[in-house]
């Protein structure tokens, strides 16, 4: 009886080492990249859809989120969902070259995001700084809901990416003037992030 065991023993163990040798080799390779594509894939759809958490100026309770996601045909959805704005008035919503909202009226976040040098304008004209987001409407509650789709910026990689920079919501509608459309205070500020 213990010669038997003497000789399973050894047998086993060898069925066991070359279970584990077997496993050892490229399927763990193969399993490491599965998991390292993951992982990239993971992060670049992470960089595909951004969004900025928008918290009020000083004295004032614009809250609420703007969120940008890329598109197959390279263009940007944004879509806002805010609260706390004037009841049944327009507000501009422009993307500003700093992202940082630290002063207490958001001056900190610079003017409007605009790389190519041009003239301020309003969606749809081509000619209008890659910031120049437009028009929301606030209803009776001063709530909104703004969606548009523009195709001179990228959220990350590409023309123009706005990841880094900051959503400014104002005080009045931007009237499309020069330099900025008079639109006024700046009500709320969000820095443009991964989600």
């Known amino acids: 009886m ?5 000789i399973l023993s050894p047998l086993l163990a060898l069925v066991i080492i070359s279970a584990f040798a077997g496993c050892s080799h490229s399927p763990k390779m193969e399993s490491s990249t599965a ?8 992060t670049a759809q992470a ?3 951004l969004e900025a958490k928008i918290e009020p100026t000083q ?3 614009v809250h609420g989120t703007v969120r940008f ?6 263009s ?12 049944n008035a327009q507000h501009a919503i422009h993307v500003h070259e700093t992202g940082d909202c630290s002063a207490p009226d958001a001056m900190s976040a610079g003017g ?18 890659a910031g120049d987001l437009g028009n929301l409407t606030a209803d009776a509650s001063g709530n909104a809901h703004y969606t548009i789709t523009v195709n001179n910026i990228s959220v990350s990689n590409g023309k123009n990416p706005v990841l880094g920079k900051a959503v400014i919501v ?13 639109a006024g205070a700046r009500l709320g500020c969000g820095v443009i992030q991964a989600k």
């Open 2 to 6: 213990n010669q038997g065991r003497r």
């Open 35 to 42: 998991s390292g594509s993951a992982s990239t894939s993971a």
């Open 47 to 49: 960089l595909n859809v």
């Open 59 to 61: 004295g004032n309770s």
């Open 69 to 74: 996601t890329g598109q197959p045909d390279g």
């Open 76 to 87: 940007v959805q944004v879509v806002a969902d805010l609260e706390g704005l004037t009841p």
């Open 112 to 129: 409007h995001y605009n790389p190519e040098g041009k003239p301020h304008g309003l969606p749809p004209a081509e000619e209008r700084h």
């Open 170 to 182: 104002h005080a009045k509608l931007d009237d499309g003037g020069q330099p900025t459309g008079n």
